[in-house]
């Protein structure tokens, strides 16, 4: 990693939210530390300033960028109140696709031509809508930057190092597309980092968030306590412990799911569907673009803020557009009516262009986040890692919700939970901190066993061994799990974990490829076991001549980082991981 920089900023590219925040060395050393986070207007008049701006990227009939965030919001109902929207692509949310499609033990890999889906169906390339989502926030830091006396865009990507931010539950082919997308858009490799959500979090509210209001230092050396990170997309989890030296100590690997803020959403869609029927919904949502976006920006208001004390009703607003579209396909049917007609009489009321929620059926939107976060959190608690544990972080954007605050309180009367002012801001500023102390982790836990696939001499003609793991006349062995670290392992950060020896089968060859695979067992014994997945291969170009190359990985960053020297001159040879199909 490049150091001659003078500015760290950092990138949070959230489910439903983005932003940046930025640091200079100078201000760094400052106690606390000053970090700047990026203003946006969101050109409604009713708040002149948001720290982040909405995930949101608007591509014209050509597939090529017009807008981002407020601006790719605001254009795109322009263009909608004049039937003009149809040919243009509208993207919002799209980040867990990442996360549906390379969920753990899958077999629909993440490739570098993953296509995404925008609000209407029409697709274009993951990577092309990604990167221009970063390239748009990088160019509006390097605007501000020159604004505020940088002399011009070179200067700016000289003298900055990037950070992005991304789901400590992500896997490994999820986080190098990340990286691509980075790079695509502009970010120079060797001054990129990828920063843990949950890890950056920890680091923020430990360095410049831990004071009490009453002036109490809330995270000690020596503390243990777990990170409960809500985002819009994800839920991660993980508990940390500061160890002597000021440096976090991961205690297990990161747990978590598809839990946050948008299944609340999908809920509150699935709700209409029982009403109204999936049909009209779609029809509603693709020829009434404007009034479906603001029933759902409605929505997003009600569920955060929404606290359901005192038993208070939940009202919420149905576009007469909607209702009209319901009688037209029913033949004037009533909303009324069909209410009745459901488990949820008494628990919902339709009068005046409003449904009216009871308190414990609007809570039920949040059952699956809740519940599966909760079920975790226990596990966790009960595993020897966190038995120790009396403090509990939440943070992320959908920890601003107030029924998940309370049902988490309720639910963990023993653990003093902590919810930092502006929990969104906790990530974006503690991955600047990360910036400029990737050191400040000490050490990680690895999520699986890690493995290549491996050939062994044996004894010819080994009747013990089935024909079809046999090569080279029957002298070798293949399809081997060749260990390289175990799930669970504590690795230690900014060291490579292992090293391994690796033959030519030939003189002459130009390239070696290793398969590398996971498992989620301790000591797989073949890559066919099936406790192993296939990750993705190692491709080493290799020098003409010598036959050995010695490989060097390492585990404990926040993506996998190899070296290989070819063994007899110690020259370093180029070596690449390529986890994307």
Known sequence: MADDYEIVAAIDFGTTYSGYAYCSKTDFKRSPPVIKTSAWKSGTGTCDKFMKTPTVVLFDQNRKFDSFGFEAEKKYLKLALRNQQESWYFFKRFKMRLHQRETERTNERLTIDTIVEDETGKSMKALDVFSSAIQYLKDHLQNLLIEQGMRDKNEVMK?????????????????????????????????????????????????????????????????????????????????????????LREMHAPVGGDWGGTKVNSSFQGLLIKLVGAPVLSKFKNKHVVDYLEMMNDFEIKKQFVSLENDEEVMLTVPGSLVKIFEEETDGENLSDVIEQTPMKGQLEWTFGRLILQPELFKTFFSISLDNVIKKLKELFNATESQDVSTLLLVGGFSESRILRKAIREAFTDKRIIHPEHP???????????????????????????????????????????????????????????KLVEVGQAVEAGRYQVQKTYSKLSPDQSSMILFMYTSTDKDPQYVTDDSCSLLGDLIINLPPGHREVVVSTMFSDTFLTVKAVEKDSNTEVTARFSFLA
């Not at 950070?163 to 597309?177: G, H, R």
């Not at 959500?197 to 020596?222: F, K, Q």
């Not at 003609?461 to 024909?467: A, C, F, R």
């Open 159 to 247: 003298k900055v190092r990037w950070v992005l931010t991304v789901p400590a539950i992500w896997t490994d082919p999820a986080k190098e597309f990340m990286k691509k997308a980075a790079i695509k858009a502009g970010l120079p490799e060797n001054k990129l980092l990828l920063a843990l959500e949950p890890e950056a979090a920890s680091l923020c509210c430990w360095s410049i968030r831990n004071v009490s209001p009453d002036g109490r230092t809330i995270l000690t050396p020596g503390l243990s306590y777990t990170v409960l990170d809500m985002g819009g997309g994800t839920a991660d989890i993980v508990t940390h412990k500061i160890e002597d030296g000021e440096k």
């Open 424 to 482: 969104s801001l906790a990530i974006l500023e503690g991955a600047v901190i990360y910036g400029h102390s990737p050191m400040s982790v000490k050490t990680r836990i690895c999520k699986y066993t890690y493995g290549f696939m491996a050939a062994k001499s044996i004894k010819q003609h080994d009747q013990n061994i089935p024909k079809n793991r046999t090569i080279m006349d029957g002298t070798c062995e293949t399809m081997i799990f060749d």
